[in-house]
């Protein structure tokens, strides 16, 4: 018995540009399936502005069309999605790299509960021709490797574009990008809101077109790097800035006292300046890193995030003010300290207390530095903006 919130069970969704040569094909074969699967389902067909006929074609085979405005792969699919009438929604490209005709992998998976399941295209075989090398060996496994890692997901093809979800829940991820990183952030923001998310075998094979695909190799795998990285303040900004603070500042406050021998290796000024330095780089990418955190749980790009959420509630601009000021006016005082002890001595060469002189300049100069960025930081702390939701403007017939 179907929901009583959607009339159909499924809608099988394809993006569509200019693919006159397949359109007909993909939809025949979608059809064939949902007949014979005896399912209560539509084709969907989501266009961005296509030029070649493709939109008649859609219309003569039977499918429902929809236009979308706003070009981009996301916009196209995020529209399609918007318009879907069916409870469950399976995608894919219209070129007929994937069966439409198979998918009760899918189905079964969705009927059970799983709430996004993937292609795996590594697992179900790739067709001799139908994935470039440079993607099969290098551009899918690193950047699936890197989701994998940087999300916790169990998605092992993160760029499979035959995917099947709950429609109800991938509307509430409020999904917002535009282009080919949309496959990415789908996958991204189920895993981060804790889905169900499995994936199945599928198959690959050449797409039926004489003409080069839309994607393009290092610009849409700059895309879908750049968007992990920066759904993942964790790892961008976060890790490093305490692999370089904590140890760091620990080094410098060291060698304040002293040189320091080890192994053979002296430590001394040299190192103490640039220990110095790596500690308020340190502090600067941590301080990102919340900046980045707070901003995307605000606007919705991420979900809120149970450690940081004590921080928002419990900041305060004036402590973090106060903080700045007396680690200011301590690195103030031992400057103003060491200026006296230079004009003690008429400003001559410090020859005999050189290590001492430098050693507390160090401190100064770090503190007052320290100082400014706890000050200011605390300002954009407390004047985080609100983000605004995208949204998609179409039409249909």
Same mark, same amino acid.
């Given at each position: 018995?179907?929901?009583?919130?959607?009339?159909?069970?499924?809608?099988?969704?394809?993006?569509?540009?200019?693919?006159?040569?397949?359109?007909?094909?993909?939809?025949?074969?979608?059809?064939?399936?949902?007949?014979?699967?005896?399912?209560?389902?539509?084709?969907?067909?989501?266009?961005?502005?296509?030029?070649?006929?493709?939109?008649?074609?859609?219309?003569?085979?039977?499918?429902?069309?929809?236009?979308?405005?706003?070009?981009?792969?996301?916009?196209?699919?995020?529209?399609?999605?918007?318009?879907?009438?069916?409870?469950?929604?399976?995608?894919?490209?219209?070129?007929?790299?994937?069966?439409?005709?198979?998918?009760?992998?899918?189905?079964?998976?969705?009927?059970?509960?799983?709430?996004?399941?993937?292609?795996?295209?590594?697992?179900?075989?790739?067709?001799?021709?139908?994935?470039?090398?440079?993607?099969?060996?290098?551009?899918?496994?690193?950047?699936?490797?890197?989701?994998?890692?940087?999300?916790?997901?169990?998605?092992?093809?993160?760029?499979?574009?035959?995917?099947?979800?709950?429609?109800?829940?991938?509307?509430?991820?409020?999904?917002?990008?535009?282009?080919?990183?949309?496959?990415?952030?789908?996958?991204?923001?189920?895993?981060?809101?804790?889905?169900?998310?499995?994936?199945?075998?599928?198959?690959?094979?050449?797409?039926?077109?004489?003409?080069?695909?839309?994607?393009?190799?290092?610009?849409?795998?700059?895309?879908?790097?750049?968007?992990?990285?920066?759904?993942?303040?964790?790892?961008?900004?976060?890790?490093?800035?305490?692999?370089?603070?904590?140890?760091?500042?620990? @080094?410098?406050?060291?060698?304040? *006292?002293?040189?320091?021998? &080890? =192994? +053979?290796?002296? $430590?001394?000024?040299?190192? #103490?300046? %640039?220990?110095?330095?790596?500690?308020?780089?340190?502090?600067?990418?941590?301080?990102?890193?919340?900046?980045?955190?707070?901003?995307?749980?605000?606007?919705?790009?991420?979900?809120?995030?149970?450690?940081?959420?004590? @921080?928002?509630?419990?900041?305060? *601009?004036?402590?973090?003010? &106060? =903080? +700045?000021?007396? $680690?200011?006016?301590?690195? #103030?005082? %031992?400057?103003?300290?060491?200026?006296?002890?230079?004009?003690?001595?008429?400003?001559?060469?410090?020859?005999?207390?050189?290590?001492?002189?430098?050693?507390?300049?160090?401190?100064?100069?770090?503190?007052?530095?320290?100082?400014?960025?706890?000050?200011?930081?605390?300002?954009?702390?407390?004047?985080?903006?609100?983000?605004?939701?995208?949204?998609?403007?179409?039409?249909?017939?």
């Amino acid at each position: 018995m179907l929901g009583m919130k959607s009339a159909l069970e499924l809608t099988i969704l394809m993006p569509c540009l200019n693919e006159s040569e397949t359109l007909a094909t993909c939809i025949r074969k979608a059809q064939v399936y949902l007949k014979e699967s005896h399912i209560q389902g539509e084709v969907l067909i989501a266009d961005n502005g296509s030029q070649d006929g493709s939109t008649d074609i859609a219309l003569v085979e039977g499918a429902r069309l929809v236009r979308i405005a706003e070009k981009g792969y996301g916009n196209a699919l995020r529209g399609g999605i918007k318009a879907a009438k069916g409870r469950y929604i399976i995608m894919g490209d219209a070129d007929d790299s994937y069966d439409f005709a198979q998918l009760d992998p899918f189905v079964d998976k969705l009927r059970a509960g799983f709430q996004l399941v993937m292609g795996n295209r590594f697992k179900g075989g790739i067709q001799s021709g139908a994935m470039p090398p440079l993607h099969r060996y290098l551009g899918n496994p690193v950047l699936s490797f890197i989701g994998r890692l940087l999300f916790k997901t169990p998605v092992g093809d993160f760029h499979c574009g035959l995917r099947g979800f709950d429609k109800m829940a991938i509307e509430a991820l409020n999904l917002q990008t535009t282009g080919m990183e949309f496959a990415s952030e789908l996958i991204v923001k189920a895993s981060l809101n804790k889905l169900k998310i499995t994936e199945v075998p599928t198959t690959l094979s050449p797409d039926g077109r004489s003409r080069p695909p839309h994607l393009r190799s290092w610009r849409d795998g700059w895309r879908h790097l750049r968007f992990l990285l920066l759904h993942s303040p964790r790892w961008l900004f976060i890790m490093p800035g305490i692999v370089l603070f904590f140890p760091s500042t620990l @080094l410098m406050l060291r060698l304040l *006292l002293s040189p320091l021998n &080890i =192994s +053979g290796i002296t $430590l001394d000024i040299h190192s #103490l300046l %640039i220990f110095s330095a790596l500690s308020l780089v340190g502090f600067q990418l941590l301080a990102f890193g919340i900046f980045a955190r707070i901003y995307s749980s605000k606007t919705g790009i991420l979900p809120p995030s149970g450690r940081l959420e004590p @921080l928002i509630t419990t900041f305060s *601009l004036e402590y973090g003010l &106060i =903080s +700045g000021l007396i $680690l200011g006016a301590f690195g #103030l005082i %031992i400057f103003l300290y060491s200026l006296m002890q230079w004009a003690s001595a008429d400003f001559a060469a410090f020859d005999a207390h050189l290590s001492l002189s430098l050693r507390l300049v160090s401190l100064s100069v770090y503190s007052m530095v320290l100082g400014v960025q706890v000050f200011f930081t605390s300002f954009l702390l407390s004047l985080l903006p609100l983000g605004l939701n995208q949204k998609t403007s179409s039409y249909e017939y």
